[in-house]
């Protein structure tokens, strides 16, 4: 089974505080994405990666930075932590391979629900 | 361009009786479509998804979804629904995009089963 884990299940953090939350997935997936998930807004897409040290911008990259130096990790970065930015934070990861359709599913962490006080 | 909307925010149903989430699309490509289901403090998981092939599209847990074109649509359905259904449920659709596969998600359907 593929494994996506998160390095914190929930945070607490004060304005202005530099904050790294972390994602690591086990299945060599190429593809890896973070989002974030409020109430009645679904998810939305922050940044993804889809190779070591190749990363685009997402629907809502402001106010946030990614690092990916290793396949099987990527960092979401809150360089100044917001009010704004208290929110639950989802990681996924995704294959390229085309075999089977496989590369369409999007396998998620369980999450990390920050709260910026 | 794409979007996704969830025409119900709450649905409620009875132990035993159907569920209809609805869930209507739209996209520049011809587009791959996916539910998702998050129970309470869990992650995402997928339940059934379209990649152009069969229109009627079955998934786990009884579960299933058609695909229709002219109505742009892509409604999930259980015939019987089961407590453990309670959930928020998702309707996705995939960006048509050389590198990576960028989502783009419904604002979700909270789905309560009372006894």
């Known amino acids: 089974d593929v494994k996506v884990t998160q390095s914190s299940r929930y945070l607490v953090k004060r304005t202005g505080e530099k904050v790294f939350l972390e994602c690591v997935q086990d299945m060599d997936h190429e593809n890896m994405f973070w989002y974030r998930q409020d109430p009645g807004l679904g998810l939305r897409l922050i940044y993804f990666?889809?190779?070591?040290?190749?990363?685009e911008k997402g629907d809502i990259p402001e106010g946030y930075s990614v690092s990916r130096e290793k396949k099987e990790r990527f960092s979401l970065i809150l360089e100044s932590a917001s009010t704004n930015q208290t929110s639950m934070y989802l990681c996924?990861?995704?294959?390229?391979?085309?075999?089977?359709?496989?590369?369409?599913?999007?396998?998620f962490g369980p999450g990390t629900r920050l709260l910026v006080l | 361009a794409q979007s996704v909307t969830q025409l119900d925010s709450h649905v409620s149903v009875s132990e035993g009786t159907p569920v209809l989430l609805r869930c209507n699309y739209s996209s520049s490509y011809s587009p791959s479509l996916f539910w998702y289901v998050q129970h309470p403090n869990k992650g995402l998981q997928l339940l059934l998804k379209y990649t152009s092939a069969a229109t009627l599209v079955k998934g786990i847990n009884g579960f299933e979804a058609e695909f229709k074109k002219s109505e742009t649509s892509f409604h999930l359905t259980k015939p019987s629904a089961h407590m453990s259904d309670a959930a928020e449920y998702f309707c996705?659709?995939?960006?048509?995009?050389?590198?990576?596969?960028?989502?783009?998600f419904g604002g979700g359907t909270r789905v309560l089963v009372k006894p």
């Open positions: 990666s889809y190779d070591v040290k190749m990363k």
């Open positions: 996924a990861s995704s294959t390229s391979s085309l075999a089977g359709g496989s590369q369409e599913t999007q396998y």
């Open positions: 996705v659709v995939r960006s048509f995009k050389a590198a990576g596969n960028k989502l783009t």
